[in-house]
């Protein structure tokens, strides 16, 4: 279990974790009317470098109006957000790298089914960077429940009642024995983990799930489709069949808390002998120096207090 910083931000408060609490009786408990969104900052001596604030806020606002909650946009004001994390990391003292999870709750009490027009409060907790799956050799099973349709919930849109898809999937293949689930679409079609996106290799071309997979477009998923062009290595967007995995070269899921995991069994067979890869390593070897690179645009430096 991952160490949560003593703090939060909620409502542009600095307070103690146990004192920001919502009602029993708010949407967001209710129906699970909440969006979020996370970030990853590394630690150094003096400072946090913060990975691509800009899309994690603009990810956060697009779920919000994809779902109907309008009114969001007043939380993340670019200079007042960039203040209230500095305080927030000021007020925690981190020593090691963190994840930053920003949500948007709909607070309303008891209001009936609906999203528009509600109350609307905002969090931001910090915790331990402590990665959700292990670097390398993950174990995926198939999950006998589908990955909710982009047309019942959407799936570009994080919305936090929409993970009880991904907690059935996932503690199953957890009960099986194996690390992590790995989602079909209702076509058949291979769409993504149960917190992470997928690619493959095959024949030096990297394949991943095309956005009308029932995918998150994730903010991880967008920066290896551009270090890889960066690198020169081909990249397809597509509907990917599970068999192909079976008999993918390499395998391997990306996200904010997955980082770059190589992947080593789907369903029993064993990826490359089970050994990562080389497009894998270098794409994991350019994310994390992109994670680290102060001269990146994709990093913002957050002084430590």
């Known amino acids: 279990m991952a160490t949560l910083g003593q703090y939060v931000l909620y409502n542009n408060e600095i307070l103690p974790a146990a004192e920001a609490q919502l009602s029993v009786a708010s949407s967001a408990v209710l129906y699970g009317l909440s969006v979020y969104s996370v970030f990853f900052a590394k630690h150094k001596p003096e400072s946090m470098l913060a990975f691509r604030i800009p899309e994690h ?67 931001v907790f910090m915790y331990e960077a402590e990665p959700i799956l292990p670097a390398d050799g993950v174990r995926l099973k198939t999950s006998l429940w589908r990955r909710t349709a982009d047309s019942a919930i959407p799936a570009r849109a994080k919305v936090n009642g929409a993970y009880v898809n991904s907690a059935l999937a996932k503690q ?29 290799v095959k024949r030096g071309e990297l394949i991943t799930p095309d956005c009308a997979s029932d995918i998150l477009e994730g903010i991880t998923r967008r920066s290896i489709l551009e270090l890889a062009a960066q690198h020169n290595i ?67 430096t957050l002084p430590l207090g």
């Open 57 to 123: 806020l603009t990810r956060l606002i697009q779920s919000a109006r994809m779902i109907g909650l309008n009114g969001a946009e007043q939380f993340v004001e670019d200079k007042t957000f960039t203040e209230q994390i500095e305080k927030l990391i000021a007020a925690n003292k981190p020593t090691t790298d963190q994840f930053f999870r920003l949500t948007v709750h709909a607070t309303e009490l008891v209001p009936g089914v609906k999203t528009a027009d509600l109350e609307l409060s905002f969090s």
């Open 172 to 200: 199953d293949a957890l009960d099986a024995g194996f690390d992590d689930c790995l989602f079909l679409n209702h076509n058949g079609y291979v769409s993504e983990l149960s917190a992470a996106n997928v690619f493959m």
């Open 234 to 300: 081909p990249v397809v967007e597509r509907k990917v069949a599970l068999t192909e995995l079976y008999t993918a070269d390499e395998v391997f899921a990306c996200g904010t808390s997955a980082f770059v995991a190589a992947i080593s069994e789907v369903d029993g067979r064993i990826i490359n002998g089970n050994t990562t890869g080389p497009i894998t390593t270098t794409l994991r070897n350019a994310l994390t120096h992109a994670q680290q690179d102060t001269e990146n645009a994709w990093v913002h």
